[in-house]
C-alpha cells in the first residue's frame, strides 16, 4: 500500500521560503506524477503542481514565478519550495500521487499545516 | 479556469438515508476528467470516484457518480457512520486543475 507523508517546518516567516518534504513508502517514486495541493483555511482545495520521475514539471499559472517541485529518487522523496511567502499562503498542504497528467488523485498524505507569520 | 460549484454547502441526514451531492463547472470539463473525494478531519482525502463515474479501487457500491459536460452527481446511496465527512469535486481536464469548495455531509 503505498503511504505518503509531508514534513518540513510549520512556521515560516512572511517573504522566506516555504519548503516542504513528501516521502514515499510502499512504491517507487520512479514512474508515476508527483502533485502538490494546498487548502487554505476555510477555502476550497488549490492544485499547485506535479513532477513526473522524469522530472519534467507542471505549475499552476497562479503560483508559477515562486514555486519549484522536485524529486530525489535516491530517497523516495519529492519536495515543495515557495518563496516570496505571505499570509495568503498559510494553508494545510498535501502531497498525492497520479498515474498520468490527466489522471485523478488516487494517494494522498494527511497534510501538514504551514502558517505564515512573523 | 474551470470553477466548480458544488451544492448544497451541507447536507444533514441520518444513517441509511440516501444523499446526492452536486458539481456544476463554469465550463465543460473535457473527457468527463471529474474525480469525487471523501475527507474527514486530520485523515488524508480518498478518491471514490474518477472519470465521473468509475469507482476507485475498494470503493464499495454505495458509491456511485454521474453526469458530463457541466453537470456531475455523487451519490451514496445508504449512508454509513463513516461517511459523514466532506466530499470536494476535482477536474483534472483542464488547466490548472481545480476543486470545489466541498459540500459536508452531517447527521
Known amino acids: 500500500q503505498v503511504q505518503l507523508q509531508e514534513s518540513g517546518p510549520g512556521l515560516v516567516k512572511p517573504s522566506e521560503t516555504l519548503s516542504l518534504t513528501c516521502t514515499v513508502s510502499?512504491?517507487?517514486?520512479?514512474?508515476?506524477?508527483w502533485s502538490w495541493i494546498r487548502q487554505p483555511p476555510g477555502k476550497r482545495p488549490e492544485w499547485i503542481g506535479y513532477?513526473?520521475?522524469?522530472?519534467?514539471?507542471n505549475y499552476n499559472p497562479s503560483l508559477k514565478s515562486r514555486v519549484t517541485i522536485s524529486l530525489d529518487t535516491s530517497k523516495n522523496q519529492f519536495s515543495l519550495k515557495l518563496n516570496s511567502v505571505t499570509a495568503a499562503d498559510t494553508a494545510v498542504y498535501y502531497c498525492?500521487?497520479?498515474?498520468?497528467?490527466?489522471?485523478?488523485?488516487?494517494?494522498w498524505g494527511q497534510g501538514t499545516l504551514v502558517t505564515v507569520s512573523s | 479556469e474551470i470553477v466548480l460549484t458544488q451544492s448544497p454547502g451541507t447536507l444533514s441526514l441520518s444513517p441509511g438515508e440516501r444523499a446526492t451531492l452536486s458539481c456544476r463547472a463554469s465550463q465543460s470539463v473535457s473527457s468527463s476528467y471529474l474525480a469525487w473525494y471523501r475527507h474527514k478531519p486530520g485523515q488524508a482525502p480518498r478518491l471514490l470516484i474518477y472519470?465521473?463515474?468509475s469507482r476507485a479501487t475498494g470503493i464499495p457500491d454505495r458509491f456511485s457518480g454521474s453526469g458530463s459536460g457541466t453537470d456531475f452527481t455523487l451519490t451514496i446511496s445508504r449512508l454509513e457512520p463513516e461517511d459523514f465527512a466532506v466530499y470536494y469535486c476535482?477536474?483534472?481536464?483542464?488547466?490548472?486543475?481545480?476543486f470545489g469548495q466541498g459540500t459536508k455531509v452531517e447527521i
Open positions: 498525492a500521487r497520479t498515474r498520468t497528467p490527466y489522471s485523478s488523485l488516487g494517494y
Open positions: 513532477i513526473y520521475y522524469s522530472g519534467s514539471t
Open positions: 472519470g465521473a463515474s
Open positions: 510502499g512504491g517507487s517514486i520512479s514512474s508515476y506524477y
Open positions: 476535482h477536474q483534472y481536464g483542464g488547466s490548472p486543475q481545480t
